[in-house]
């Protein structure tokens, strides 16, 4: 469920913008999501067509960009792609290592008309 607590906070802070904006309705919506949160696009998706209903971003698209979960090597200083359960580094074998993407989970922009 942990989605449902994302896509309100994510909402909130659309409308708040398009608030601002002095928008008449939100076109488009651009999601940066890291794959490390574990969040679901279908999930965000589905939430977000309820909550926004009868509001400004009713009916809004949303983008995603997903950012896959990115190491950083202690021992060799590279970086490379982790995959699940395999916490090694595919250049050293070193399993010393420093996440430095994957965490993300912002709104990215919004387009407003
Ligand atoms: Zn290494």
């Known amino acids: 469920m942990h989605e449902l607590a994302i896509t309100q906070s994510m909402l ?3 409308l708040e913008q398009a608030g601002k904006a002095g928008a008449k309705e939100v076109g488009k919506i651009n999601l940066v999501i890291g794959e490390m949160t574990g969040v679901v696009e279908q999930c965000v998706q589905f ?3 309820f909550l926004s209903r009868g509001t400004l971003a ?3 698209a949303l983008s995603f960009t997903m950012v896959p979960t ?3 090597c202690e021992g060799c200083a590279r970086h490379f792609e982790l995959r699940e359960f395999d916490w090694t580094c595919p250049y050293c074998q070193s399993d010393n290592m420093e996440i430095v993407a994957g965490k993300e989970l912002f709104v990215e922009s919004i387009e407003v008309e």
Do not use: C, N, P, Q
Request: glycine share 8%; hydrophobic share 40%.
């Open 47 to 49: 939430y977000f067509s």
């Open 58 to 60: 009713e009916g809004a």
């Open 70 to 72: 990115t190491a950083r």
């Open 12 to 14: 909130d802070l659309v």
